[in-house]
Each structure stands twice: as C-alpha cells, then as structure tokens.
C-alpha cells in the first residue's frame, strides 16, 4: 500500500477547509472502491495533515490529524514540522493556503494616506516569510516523497492575481498586492531548490 501525505496551512480557512475536506473525502471515496473491487495492488492510503491557529476545529476524519501552527512564529512553524515527522516519515504535497487580506480592525488601503506599517509589515509576514520558514522546515518531509516527472512532490502557496504587475489597474490594496508579488519571486526559484 502506497501512503500519500498531504500538509494543508491554514486548513480552517476557506481554501484550506475545503481542500482538506475533498482531500479526505477522496480518500473515503477510494477506501470504499478498492473494498468494492477487493483491489489491495492499487489502493493508496491519503493522511491529512492540517493547521489550525487558535482552536482546534470540529471536524474530524480517522486519516486527519490537526496540528496547531501560528504562522507568524518560526518555532510554531517548526513544532508543526516536529510533529509531522512523529507520524510519518515524509510529505507528498504541501499547500499554504493561509492568508492575509484583512483584519477586523483593517481592510485594503484604497489610498496612500492608508496605509500604517504595522499591516503593512503584518501582511508581508503572513503572505510572504511564513511560506519561506515553512519550506525551510518542511523540506527535508519533502525531499523523501516518492516521486516521479509525473509524479512530482509539490509545495505551493496560494497566492493571488491581484499580485501581479500587469494585473493592478485599479491600484490601492497596497500592503495586499505587495505582499503576494513579494511571494512569486521566491516560489519561483523554490522549484529549483526542491532537493
């Protein structure tokens, strides 16, 4: 039996709640059929690893493991990685889908006058470090992946189009945009570096 681990940041957020969800979903769906078809040379076992920041979240899989992880702490970031490798020896894929656009005493700037360092700074460490301190931690799970060309051990970070240069005609979200252009120069040149 083939084991494929998934690491999901921000797994109670949106993207990442419903990533962990179809994730696990898939794995009962593919559970059932091989039971179905009595096919054990094909069945491939799905575990979930998923963060979640402050409370532990209610929903529960006998293949989901919740870990707790502040983003924004290096030593969390690391805790995190800790405790993957107590469960398992590896990482097929890893999705930061945690993110920063607003908070409830912040929103978008719509214009410079807006704009304060705090969130300025607050949404480079979220949309920007965290994805470089969790590579930095989580790549040794990654580099023992079984992999392939076709088969390759993925790291991504969801980022946003509004990031792009050629894609900010209205202006304004400057802390926002700022941060996820921050992000794609250091994705990019993560794939160079996946070993």
Known sequence: ???????IIGGTGGI??????????????EHASTLTNNDMHTNTDIRVFATYHKSVPDFEAENLYWIAMDICDEQSI????????????????VINCAGLLHTKTRQPEKSLQ???SEFFLQNMQVNALASLLIAKHIKPLLAKAERSADKPAI????????????????GGWYSYRMSKAALSTPSYQLRFRAT
Do not use: C, P
């Open 78 to 93: 690391k805790q995190a990685a800790d405790a993957i490798k107590q469960q398992t020896t590896h990482i097929d894929w």
């Open 114 to 116: 807006q704009i304060e």
């Open 16 to 29: 990442g709640k419903a990533m962990v969800e179809q994730l696990v979903h898939t794995a009962a769906n």
């Open 155 to 170: 790291f991504a970070t969801i980022s946003a189009r509004v990031g792009s240069i050629s894609d900010n005609q209205l």
């Open 1 to 7: 039996m083939n084991t494929k681990n998934y690491f």
